[in-house]
C-alpha cells in the first residue's frame, strides 16, 4: 500500500529552528508537496520536490531524498504565525496526490 | 489571478438530508477540479476529479457524487447524508498535465446530526 508517515505534532519556540520529517512508500514517485494549513482554513502551497537536495524559499526549507523515501521541511526563525499544520503528499506514478495527516506545529513565545 | 470559490462556509445538515456543495474557479480556463474530504486529525482524501466538462473520476465508492456542468464549476451532491460524511469539504484546481501544483478553495464544514 501506499503509505506518509509524519510526525503528529511538534513543539518549538519562537525564533528557534524546527525540522517536520517526513517518510514515504508509494507506487513510483512524480514529486513531493508541502502545504500549510492554519486551522480551519485550506492548505496552501509551500514547496516541490523532484530531485534529490535541499530547495530554500526564504525562512522555509525543503529537502529531499528519493532514494531513503524521505524529506524534511526546515523552518527558520520562527514567529507565530508559523503555528499551523504542515502536509507533506508525494505525487504517485498515477500523478495522484497521496497526503500525510498532517504534523501540528506549535510555536511557543 | 486565479481565484477560487467554495459554497456554502459552514453547514449543519440532518442525517438523510441531500447535499450540494459547488466550487468554481475564476481566471482560468480548463482547469482539472477536485473534491477532498478532510476528517479531524486525517490526511486530505480525494473523492472526485475532473478534467473537463462532464469528465468525472471517483476515487472512493460512497453515497456522494459530483457533476461538472460548467469549464470552472465543480458540484459535489448527496441524496441522503450519513454522520459518516461530516468533514471539511476542499475542492482544488490545476491547470497542465501530470505534475502540476493544487490550489484550494477556502473549504466547506459538514456537520451530519
Known amino acids: 500500500g501506499q503509505n506518509i508517515d509524519q510526525p503528529t505534532e511538534m513543539t518549538a519556540t519562537e525564533g528557534a529552528i524546527v525540522q517536520i520529517n517526513c517518510t514515504y512508500q508509494?507506487?513510483?514517485?512524480?514529486?513531493l508537496f508541502w502545504y500549510q494549513q492554519h486551522a480551519g482554513e485550506a492548505p496552501t502551497f509551500l514547496s516541490y520536490?523532484?530531485l534529490d537536495g535541499l530547495e530554500e524559499k526564504g525562512r522555509f526549507s525543503s529537502f529531499l531524498s528519493r532514494s531513503k523515501g524521505y524529506s524534511y521541511l526546515l523552518l527558520k526563525e520562527l514567529q507565530m504565525k508559523d503555528s499551523a499544520s504542515y502536509l507533506c503528499?508525494?505525487?504517485?506514478?498515477?500523478?495522484?496526490?497521496?497526503w500525510g495527516a498532517g504534523t501540528k506545529l506549535i510555536i511557543k513565545p | 489571478s486565479q481565484t477560487i470559490h467554495q459554497w456554502p462556509a459552514t453547514l449543519v445538515q440532518p442525517v438523510g438530508s441531500p447535499l450540494s456543495l459547488e466550487c468554481t474557479v475564476e481566471g482560468t480556463s480548463n482547469p482539472n477540479l477536485y473534491w477532498y474530504r478532510q476528517a479531524a486529525g486525517r490526511g486530505l482524501q480525494l473523492l472526485f476529479y475532473?478534467?473537463?466538462?462532464?469528465?468525472i473520476s471517483s476515487e472512493v465508492p460512497q453515497n456522494l457524487s459530483a457533476s461538472r456542468p460548467q469549464d470552472r464549476q465543480f458540484i459535489l451532491s448527496s441524496k441522503k447524508l450519513l454522520l459518516s460524511d461530516s468533514g471539511f469539504y476542499l475542492c482544488?484546481?490545476?491547470?497542465?498535465?501530470?505534475?502540476?501544483?493544487?490550489?484550494f478553495g477556502p473549504g466547506t464544514r459538514l456537520l451530519v446530526l
Open positions: 482544488a484546481w490545476s491547470v497542465g498535465v501530470e505534475v502540476e501544483t493544487q490550489y
Open positions: 475532473s478534467v473537463g466538462i462532464g469528465q
Open positions: 508509494t507506487s513510483g514517485f512524480n514529486g
Open positions: 520536490n523532484v
Open positions: 503528499a508525494v505525487m504517485d506514478s498515477n500523478y495522484q496526490l497521496i
